[in-house]
């Protein structure tokens, strides 16, 4: 028997039973976002049943013979799409990530600050592209890391290609995972991190997961294998 399975985030089709634990009550990304927009098109999706799923404007509420269609809900506690992917793999959660929505504790970000050497900015729930519009050409200049955070408990790292360069990231694949702690939210650390390279003078595109900045090369911490500070 084989598989393709499709994965769509941000891509809900109404809330859960448990909605109201995280402050979802009432979400409903695609039914909301269809309706914003006077409705969508999405003929091959509609043809599969979508339209039954959730009221979706632009979209018949059907199926073609010989589909099949359904919603799932997460046995897993916690809502974030690491929670989701593990237990689609086979891993049910029985408690949550912990969420950082005043930015994350000293017990995580200082080890992570004296293992890539910098202070960091940022430290806040952002979406990636507000918060490195607004700090990237200080990352820039200082070559300090962008740390932020979303609703999921994901330690998420923005940093420039001539900053920061990678030559090849099994070097440093989990380190970050290692310099976290546990928080005391049910004892658990931040789920892997994800980590934006840029071109532009906002480093917005490309992500490597999971990694952490290396270790500048003026600092006395020497770099790990396969990540490097540019010149």
């Known amino acids: 028997m084989r598989v393709i399975l499709l994965v769509c985030d941000s891509f809900g089709v109404g809330e859960a039973p448990d909605a109201a634990s995280y402050g979802d009550e009432g979400a409903n990304t695609l039914g909301n976002v269809a309706r914003a927009v006077g409705g969508i098109e999405a003929p091959h999706l509609g043809a599969l049943g979508l339209g039954l799923l959730t009221e979706v404007a632009g979209v018949e509420a ?46 995580v970000m200082e080890p992570f600050e004296r293992a890539v050497g910098k202070r960091a900015l940022g430290n806040r729930p952002a979406s990636g592209t507000v918060i490195i519009e607004e700090l990237g050409e200080e990352h820039l200049a200082t070559g300090r890391p962008i740390v932020y955070t979303s609703a999921d408990s994901v330690f998420q790292i923005a940093a420039h290609k001539d900053v920061v360069r990678l030559s090849g990231s099994t070097g440093c694949v989990g380190s970050l995972v290692g310099t976290a702690t546990p928080t005391g939210s049910g004892g658990s650390s931040p789920a892997p991190s994800k980590v934006s390279r840029g071109r532009s003078a906002a480093p917005t595109s490309g992500r490597i997961s999971p990694c952490r900045p290396p270790v500048p090369r003026s600092s006395s911490v020497p770099p790990r294998p396969g990540c490097e500070y540019g010149e």
Not at 76 to 97: N, Q
């Open 62 to 107: 059907s199926a073609g013979a010989g589909t099949a269609h359904g919603k799932m809900v997460e046995r897993s506690a916690g809502k974030d799409s690491t929670t989701g992917h593990w237990e689609i793999a086979g891993l049910v959660l029985d408690r949550p990530f912990p969420t950082y929505p005043d930015g994350f504790p000293p017990e």
